[in-house]
């Protein structure tokens, strides 16, 4: 939980109020968005967005204030959210350029494959022992032993 002397003294200033001030009671305000990096303006001046789960997660702020940010930054939800932005694994890291050509015609030859597999409809369990085949039909091809 955030509990820096700055919240602290946010939440004390912003004690819910009387009766007097109708139903909504507390704003997002730029003093919140510094406390709360994580989240944007809302679709009005009672809600924040969060930034770090799926866009359109909107927060209301208007009844408890600073609490109902720290609730949702607490949940689940968010704390998925958060591991995922920070997760080691990227799509380039399963793709390696090792730079030769011999690599780089195996890859056109893979690409060319899968491309004409598409185009005809052909299945995955249709074309799944390809490689084998390949391997076997042209045992003195680099590009099938790659394959």
């Given at each position: 939980?955030?509990?820096?002397?700055?919240?602290?003294?946010?939440?004390?200033?912003?004690?819910?109020?009387?009766?007097?001030?109708?139903?909504?009671?507390?704003?997002?305000t730029d003093e919140l968005k510094s406390i709360y990096a994580c989240f944007r303006n809302g679709r009005d001046e009672w809600e924040a967005e969060c930034l770090v789960c799926k866009p359109g997660t909107y927060m209301s702020?208007?009844?408890?204030?600073?609490l109902d940010l720290q609730v949702h930054v607490e949940c689940k939800k968010h704390k998925k959210a958060v591991a995922g932005e920070?997760?080691?694994a990227k799509v380039t890291s399963f793709c390696t350029a090792s730079g030769s050509i011999s690599d780089n015609t195996v890859l056109v030859a893979e690409g060319a494959y899968s491309f004409h597999n598409v185009k005809h409809h052909n299945g995955y369990e249709r074309v799944d022992c390809t490689s084998v085949l390949f391997k076997t039909v042209f045992p003195d091809s680099e590009i099938a032993r790659k394959f």
């Open positions: 939980m955030i509990r820096t002397a700055r919240f602290r003294s946010y939440i004390l200033n912003c004690l819910p109020c009387s009766v007097s001030c109708g139903v909504r009671c507390f704003k997002f702020v208007a009844n408890k204030g600073a920070m997760s080691p």
